[in-house]
């Protein structure tokens, strides 16, 4: 049986607007990935648990709330603590250009803000896992 | 530490990186449920299956939260949950959702959810489902939750990997017709009417009812719709319904109140204890792990022939059957005594 792209999508905080998620969701369904989609309102110990039982190759974030600058690091570390910090992570979402540099400086393998066409999305993905996904 | 070590001591990550192993059937996977296979064999394997939107997820939810519960004075179960969800068969992916419906289960060790798409299997149960069980089983989970959706061959397959199967049906699903129709009724061995707060739960069940009474009795299955459906006979789960036998319970549940939640699981632990009293646990389960060997050796014993048959002249063979000029039997028959003449046996397992 041929490797898929597991892709955990992930609605951390406190905001409802799960559109984008789902878009994404869709979209890299489309592409050929496993899309784990864990709904609305996951606290970062609920993300890191569902990739860590999902055994997920990379970990998207949807946050319109705003409060990415404290569930993003947190994120991180559990990611760190449960030894899943190999596993890159993507945030989408309303995220200001200095707050997007600092997460990268934090290790987030991409920010996407709105507009993003999903074919960037994807091949984000799929480059930030190339090598890594083989075997 | 190795990463079987760390699995049969309870490491989560270990798990779900050999998980993902298997499904990807590594070279290293197999190796691994060398060792797995002698861990495994003591769970309570339970296959829940029933239509798109019965509420599948919501009430595997409800029966992990209460198979958590202490069972008289029993400690409560370790719970695993394999959600099966189709593959798009246009594009090879999946969204894999029932985790939305799944999250009172978040934060519990004693709980471990994995999703798994279908990737293409005809049945629709995942290819490598049987052995991510096993490697659940190893790791030491008591029950073993694995969810399907139920159309199609898929109930033969969980027939073949669970030990008991709940059927979830909803009001108004299942009027005469239609379930004598489903057949899928016949591989049910506890089945549980869910949203039983809709207009419709009393014909429904009535319904469902008729149709197990009838099944139980045709003499010549002994209970059981079964032989019809399989194609060796040897392998029909055993009859329900008989008299001697499990009588099969209608139950009604509100999965998303909890209602009727705790006589669910009570029935579902009924079923295992009279499994094992009535010896059909042991018998069960050598009649699948013989039934897996042999497709096995089938698998093992085709691949092996085509490996040494000439393309050439297979494709010649196969333009004569295509022009039917000869019959799939006689050119079957030719093709494996050609081989057999010709060429001394060298079987290898990858």
Known sequence: ?135 | MNQVDALLQGDRLALARTLSQIENGTSESRSMLDVLFQHAGKAHIIGVTGPTGSGKSTLVNQLALAFRQPNGTNPPSRVAILAVDPTSPFTGGAVLGDRVRMRDLSGDPGIFIRSVATRGTLGGLSMAAAEMVTAMDAAGFDVILVETVGVGQTEMEITRLAHTVLLVENPGMGDDIQAIKAGILEIANVICINKADRPGVEQTERALREVLDMNSVNPSTGGSFHHFMEDENQDAPPPTGSPAGWQVPILQTIATTGEGISQLVQSLREHYTYLQNSGQWKSNESKRLRRNLESLIREVLFQTWLSRMNPQEYDQALDRLFTRSVSPFHLAEELIASDFASKTPSIHLK
């Open chain 1, 1 to 135: 049986m041929e490797k898929k792209i597991r892709v955990l999508v992930a609605k951390p905080g406190l905001d409802g607007h799960d559109r984008g998620a789902k878009i994404v969701a869709r979209a890299l369904r489309d592409a050929g990935m496993e899309v784990i989609y864990t709904g609305l309102r996951q606290t970062p110990e609920m993300i890191v648990e569902a990739a860590l039982q999902e055994d997920v190759d990379a970990i998207g974030l949807s946050i319109l709330s705003g409060a990415h600058m404290t569930l993003v690091p947190r994120i991180l570390e559990l990611l760190k603590l449960n030894r899943l910090g190999d596993r890159p992570v993507f945030v989408g979402g309303i995220i200001p250009d200095e707050d997007a540099i600092a997460l990268k400086k934090m290790g987030v393998a991409g920010v996407f803000g709105p507009g993003t066409k999903t074919e960037e999305i994807i091949s984000s993905v799929r480059l930030a896992l190339t090598g890594a996904i083989e075997g």
